[in-house]
């Protein structure tokens, strides 16, 4: 007999059985990606759970999902792409408000004291970052700013758009534009630290962004199933709330 011919397939049958991964994929707007730097690291070290991020605008990462991209919890800059996406049977829950955000005016050059609205129409500011507010909630945030003190229309073609607020925070922090619309979360994470100045915008003069998070469909006998929920769940934490608080979420 030939043990070899008989061993090898049993081999190979034992290979194919390993445990599958239990490791959760979090897809998150971009104005959350520091934050959840730090969200990752404390619920890795509390459960011994590992989490991958995936980065986008909150637009683009909706159409993944549509797509049937492999995420397990959504991180919105909004409610309504979550709101869309448990509509359209995504989800067995209705997605939560985590925080709101706070939007900002940035810049490398424009010193505190005068970094406002009007500066913008000057002679010191040829560019403006905004992001693109058909895929990011803080670009439509921008534009109603600006609309409510008339200047979205005399402002057109000096702005600048980026796919995500990652890439309008791009514009800003290269020296691209003068000047740029970004979240405050953005601002204050470690990677900026003193990198130019900044104002808060009068929360007022746009609609609340109320940033969601949605718990994605898995099935029963899922690995991830458990640990997604683990996840969600602490995102509502006061540990968490704690960490969004610093990064000038409400």
């Not at 000096?158 to 405050?184: C, D, M, N, R």
């Amino acid at each position: 007999m030939n043990i070899k011919r008989i061993l090898f397939p049993v081999l190979i049958f034992l290979s194919g059985c390993s445990k599958p991964s239990e490791k959760i994929i979090v897809a998150t707007a971009a104005n959350v990606q520091y934050v959840m730097k730090e969200l990752k690291t404390e619920f890795e070290k509390e459960t011994g759970k590992k989490v991958e991020i995936v980065v986008s605008s909150s637009g683009k990462l909706t159409a993944q999902i549509r797509e049937g991209a492999p995420f397990d919890v959504f991180v919105s800059a909004d409610a309504k792409y979550p709101e869309e996406i448990f509509n359209k049977g995504g989800s067995d829950e209705k997605p939560k408000i985590y925080a709101y955000g706070t939007l900002a005016l940035w810049s490398l050059s424009i010193p505190a004291n005068e970094l406002n609205l009007k500066v913008l129409t000057t002679d010191k500011v040829k560019k403006i970052a905004v992001p693109n507010p058909k895929m990011a909630p803080y670009g439509e945030a921008a534009e109603q700013a600006l609309q409510k003190e008339n200047l979205l229309e005399p402002l057109k073609s000096k702005i600048v758009y980026g796919e995500s607020i990652a890439q309008a925070a791009q514009y800003i922090t290269t020296g691209s534009v003068e000047a740029g619309f970004t979240a405050l979360s953005v601002i204050l994470a470690p990677e900026m630290k003193g990198k130019g100045y900044y104002t808060i915008i009068d929360s007022t003069s746009y609609k609340p962004i109320a940033q969601a998070a949605l718990l994605l469909r898995h099935s029963d006998n899922s690995p991830k199933k458990e640990t997604s929920q683990k996840f969600y769940d602490f995102l509502f934490s006061t540990k968490a709330k704690a960490i969004f608080k610093k990064y000038g979420y409400k």
